[in-house]
């Protein structure tokens, strides 16, 4: 009866290694994904940041007028498309509503793009 019991016992550990083992992979897992989705957070929230001092920039290094800019901040390539908002729109007295959209992409690859869009005032003239 012994020696039966001694192989129960054996059984009992080599599950509970690999009921021990499994949680530990799916641990694993779960920080894997959460430090994946901490950098992608972390690199949205940069590049949101780059959109809006690129979007704060316009009207100052960047001049208000129809065209396009790009350039490199960081890790991030960024472009301001500056067109009208209305094509054929009538014109005011007041000057030209301008469309302003910034896009800022990571230069590496990973993480999505960012669009941020706004409406200029252009003076008139």
Not at 12 to 36: P, R, S
Not at 62 to 75: E, I, K, N, Q
Not at 115 to 120: A, C, G, H, K
């Amino acid at each position: 009866m012994r020696r039966r019991q001694a192989g129960f016992a054996v059984l009992d550990a080599m599950v509970a290694v690999a009921v021990v083992a499994g949680t530990l992979g799916a641990m694993l897992d779960v920080l894997a994904d959460g430090a994946g989705r901490s950098r992608m957070t972390e690199a949205r929230r940069l590049g949101l940041l780059v959109a809006q001092s690129r979007l704060a920039a316009v009207g100052t290094e960047v001049p208000l007028r129809a065209g396009a800019v790009s350039g490199v901040d960081g890790d991030f390539a960024w472009s301001v498309g500056i067109g009208p908002y209305r094509v054929g729109a009538a014109r005011s007295d007041a000057g030209d509503l301008l469309l302003v959209t910034v896009l800022v992409r990571p230069r590496t690859g990973w993480g999505k793009t960012v669009e941020l869009r706004s409406l200029r005032l252009a003076p008139a003239g």
